[in-house]
């Protein structure tokens, strides 16, 4: 069976993996974030021993270390068994997603303010960027 | 004014773009090398594959995604989710750049439509914390 083949035969999977791998690694950024606000000020400093000890003694920061793996996980599998123009936007696309429905919605994270400037921002970025992930990766 | 954080997280989305196409490429130096010879593992053939992963693309590749993580960390401290996160996708512009300007790939009109798109996003969102 040639590699095309291979792939017309999984890729039924390739949009539930890259949904699944987008989210855990939107998920990633949202525990991150939420890791930071341990630090006082939010104002994390790499060169700091006392932030990193923060850091690394939270179990927030795990949550998002074996989030961001599972997700990396599920990308690589949906890459590796779907089209790069089709996982790429759906992973580009939940990526942005989740950290903003989080944001806005006071979800894991302290919510945010919608603000319209914000909206037309987050809505331009997405669906350029979306489309550059089908060539970019 | 626009937050500092803002340029932060672009400085950290232009390392993490830059760091793809060069992990690509030193990746793509052990595809012809297969660890699997008669239904069998080739131990031999594995240390080969470890050997030229150490490659000096994957270390530079490795040494800008961990700068463009720590980048993304403070941006993340300073600055909103929401402003923040979709910030980070700048890193698809870079690559889809750099593969136009160092691979000679062709950009077509819907490509150049995605660029302004991204561009006037992080405008819009820079404006947003001014």
Redesign the interface.
Known sequence: MSDGEEKEGSIGLEVPLAAIGGALY?LF??Y??K???L?EG?????ASGVHWGTILSSGVFWVAVIVGILGLVAWIVALHVGRVSIVGPIV?GF??FV??V???LGII?PQ??I?F??V??????????M???A??? | MIEPYVFLALAAATLLGISTPLQSRGIKMVSDINPIEDGKIQWGKIKDIIKTLINRYILVAVVLGVAGGLGNMMALGRGEATIVQPLMTFGNFVTVLLGAVWLNESLDKLEYFEIALVLIGILFLGWATA
């Open positions: 939107g950024g949202v991150l974030k890791t930071m606000g630090i939010g104002n994390f400093n790499p580009g990526i942005v950290p903003v989080c944001g806005f994270i945010e303010e603000t400037k914000k037309i921002g987050i809505l331009a970025i997405t669906a350029g960027s489309g550059l992930a060539k970019g990766e």
